[in-house]
C-alpha cells in the first residue's frame, strides 16, 4: 500500500459516516496531512452543511502548517457556489500546495472545473488514485448524475426453493416468515440509506406494510406504490402519516388528496410505467429507490433493466410451492457472516458503463 492509497483509504472511512443523510449530495471524505500525519480530517455529514474538505481544513489546529501540507479528498472539490461556497476557493485561500483527488465530480457544474481551478492557481493536483473504490463508493450519485435517474435497489427473501411467499388471497393470511430478526433489522438499517421505498398493489393489499424504519436508528425515507386503480384502502399503514407516502395512479381521488403526507401523482398505465415512475421520483428530488416487491414489481424492473444492485435473502426454509422469486443474473457478492442471508450487489450494464 501506497502512502497516497493509505491516506484515501481513509477519507473513504470518513466519507461513509455520512450514509443516508448527505443525498442529494455524494458522500465525501477528506484528511489533512503535514509530515506524513494526518492533523485534519473531516467528511460532509448532512446535506446544506459544509463540505468535508471545509470540515478538515477547520480541523487544523496550528493554520500555518497548511501551506506545508497535503489535502486528500475523495471527490473532486467544487468550484461553484451551491448551498455553501466553493471548496476550491477555500483551498487558495489557504495555501494548500498539493490536493490529491480520487475521482472527478460528475456533476456538470464541477466535471473537472475543480481540478482545473486548482492547476490554475498553482496547485499540483494529483487525481485518479483509487478511483474505481471512489465511484464504487458513491455509485447512487453517479448514476443520478450521469443516467438522470434514481439509483435503484431491490430487495427480497425466498425460500430455499425459490419463492417468496405461498398463494394468499386476503390481508387476513399471513405472509410465510422468511426473514429472522438479524436480517430485519438489517433490511430496516437499509431502509435507512435509501429515500424512498417502493411496493406494488398486491403487497400493499395483502401485507399491509408500515415501510417505516423501526428496528434500527436513521431517517424514515418517503413511502411508495403503485396503485393504478385505488384499490388500496385508505386505512392503510401506508397512509397512517408516520412517513411522506407518494401513490402512483390513473385517476387521483379527493379523499386521499386529504390525507397528511400523501401525495398522489397521475400517470399513464399503457407503457413506460416503470420508466414514468422513476422519471417523476427523481424530479421530486428522491434519488435512491429501494423495491421491496412484489414479484411481479421486483420482476419488471429486473426485465426492464431499470435496477442497480439487489439484496436478496435466501431462507433454510422450504415452502415446495407459492409465488416464484424473480429470476436476476449479475455479478455476485456473497456475504457468509450471516447465516441464511445472502448479500447480492447485482449491477446492470448501466451501472458498468462508467465503473
Request: proline share 5%; glycine share 8%; with cysteine.
Amino acid at each position: 500500500m501506497t502512502v497516497h492509497t493509505e491516506f484515501m483509504r481513509r477519507c473513504f472511512q470518513l466519507a461513509r459516516k455520512g450514509e443516508g443523510y448527505t443525498h442529494p449530495n455524494p458522500m465525501v471524505g477528506a484528511v489533512v496531512v503535514h509530515d506524513g500525519k494526518i492533523i485534519g480530517e473531516g467528511f460532509h455529514r448532512r446535506y446544506g452543511e459544509p463540505h468535508a474538505e471545509v470540515n478538515a481544513i477547520a480541523a487544523v489546529r496550528d493554520a500555518s502548517l497548511l501551506r506545508h501540507s497535503t489535502l486528500y479528498i475523495s471527490l473532486e472539490p467544487c468550484s461553484h457556489y451551491g448551498k455553501t461556497p466553493p471548496c476550491t476557493g477555500l483551498i487558495t485561500e489557504k495555501g494548500i500546495p498539493k490536493v490529491v483527488v480520487a475521482t472527478c465530480d460528475p456533476n456538470p457544474k464541477v466535471a473537472g472545473k475543480g481540478l482545473a481551478w486548482m492547476k490554475e492557481h498553482g496547485i499540483e493536483v494529483i487525481e485518479g488514485i483509487l478511483k474505481e473504490e471512489a465511484r464504487m463508493l458513491n455509485r447512487a450519485f453517479f448514476v443520478n448524475q450521469l443516467i438522470e435517474r434514481p439509483y435503484v435497489i431491490l430487495k427480497w427473501a425466498q425460500s430455499r426453493d425459490g419463492f417468496i411467499d405461498r398463494i394468499r388471497t386476503s390481508r387476513e393470511e399471513r405472509p410465510s416468515k422468511l426473514s429472522n430478526e438479524l436480517t430485519s433489522c438489517l433490511a430496516h438499517r437499509l431502509r435507512t440509506r435509501v429515500q424512498g421505498v417502493m411496493v406494488g398493489t398486491r403487497t400493499a393489499l395483502l401485507d399491509d406494510p408500515k415501510l417505516t424504519v423501526r428496528h434500527w436508528y436513521g431517517h424514515q425515507p418517503t413511502r411508495v406504490v403503485i396503485d393504478r386503480t385505488n384499490l388500496v384502502p385508505n386505512d392503510s399503514a401506508l397512509f397512517n402519516g408516520s412517513a411522506p407516502t407518494i401513490i402512483f395512479t390513473e385517476s387521483v381521488t379527493p379523499e386521499r388528496s386529504k390525507m397528511p403526507g400523501v401525495k398522489q401523482i397521475k400517470i399513464g398505465f399503457s407503457n413506460e410505467t416503470i420508466q414514468q415512475v422513476l422519471r417523476q421520483l427523481y424530479d421530486d428530488n428522491i434519488r435512491t429507490l429501494l423495491v421491496e416487491g412484489g414479484s411481479q414489481l421486483l420482476s419488471s424492473f429486473i426485465e426492464q433493466q431499470l435496477w442497480d444492485e439487489a439484496f436478496v435473502e435466501t431462507s433454510c426454509k422450504i415452502l415446495h410451492s407459492g409465488i416464484k422469486a424473480p429470476s436476476i443474473d449479475g455479478d455476485t457478492v456473497s456475504n457468509e457472516r450471516f447465516l441464511h442471508a445472502t448479500r447480492l450487489h447485482l449491477k446492470n450494464q448501466i451501472t458498468r458503463n462508467f465503473l
